[in-house]
């Protein structure tokens, strides 16, 4: 059983940055990829970003450039620099992680990220 709480979502001007951050918590043996992914209102779902154990990562075509993901292996803690943000970057922000001896995905409650023109 793990448990993910995002947090760092807010207000932002376009232009504006934002950090967030989820640590996974609860029983913990190895989790090897963990991501973000947003869903805007009446949109599907989307992997924003994902990350290896290793650190290699991927990113959708719309936020390459601007937004990195990191992560602390030791804190169990998965990041998102968001950087030059733009409206159509507004959504609800989820993070998982996948813990490889409960073999699950696990999802986090979600953060609001809303850019303003």
């Known amino acids: 059983q793990v448990q993910l709480v995002e947090s760092g979502g807010g207000l932002v001007q376009a232009g504006g940055s934002l950090r967030l951050s989820c640590p996974a918590s609860?029983?913990?043996?190895?989790?090897?990829?963990m991501g973000w992914y947003r869903q805007a209102p009446g949109k599907q779902r989307e992997l924003v970003a994902s990350?290896?154990?290793?650190?290699?990562?991927n990113y959708v075509d719309s936020v390459k450039g601007r937004f990195t993901i990191s992560r602390d292996n030791g804190k169990n803690t998965v990041y998102l620099q968001m950087n030059s943000l733009k409206p159509e970057d507004t959504a609800v922000y989820y993070c998982?992680?996948?813990?490889?001896?409960?073999?699950?995905?696990?999802w986090g409650q979600g953060t609001q990220v809303t850019v303003s023109s």
């Open positions: 609860g029983t913990i043996f190895s989790i090897t990829n």
């Open positions: 998982n992680a996948y813990e490889s001896s409960w073999g699950r995905t696990y």
């Open positions: 990350i290896t154990r290793a650190g290699t990562t």
